[in-house]
């Protein structure tokens, strides 16, 4: 079965950079409107930055002007890059697309499993 898998979680030091990688387990036909959701300990998952048209990118307020959301259908790949990382983005990284995985099947939601990123000195 089709999975999500993220990538590029990591313990970074405040101010630092991380780059998140979100791909298909297997070939797939297409990836579409990719999303990262994150969620820290005792709070709700929250929308982190969302991609349905290449040119218009949505962000969290508090994400906005250090984080892009970028997508490379070549390669069916979802990336979050991540600068001036703050200990308030420590959090569980999640992905979140509509896949299609063949022409003849209809698109559907998906899930990855999630990535831990850690931002602390």
């Known amino acids: 079965q089709v999975q999500l898998v993220e990538s590029g979680g990591d313990l970074v030091q405040p101010g630092g950079s991380l780059r998140l990688s979100c791909t298909a387990s297997e070939r797939i036909f297409g990836i579409y409107n990719g999303a990262w959701y994150r969620q820290a300990p005792g709070l709700q998952r929250e929308l982190v930055a969302a991609i349905t048209n290449p040119n218009s990118p949505n962000y969290a307020d508090s994400v906005k002007g250090r984080f892009t959301i970028s997508r490379d259908t070549a390669k069916n790949t979802v990336y979050l890059q991540m600068n001036s990382l703050k200990p308030e983005d420590t959090a569980v990284y999640y992905c979140?697309?509509?896949?299609?995985?063949?022409?003849?099947?209809?698109?559907?939601?998906?899930w990855g499993q999630g990535t831990q990123v850690t931002v602390s000195s």
């Open positions: 979140n697309a509509d896949l299609k995985i063949k022409p003849t099947i209809p698109v559907r939601n998906y």
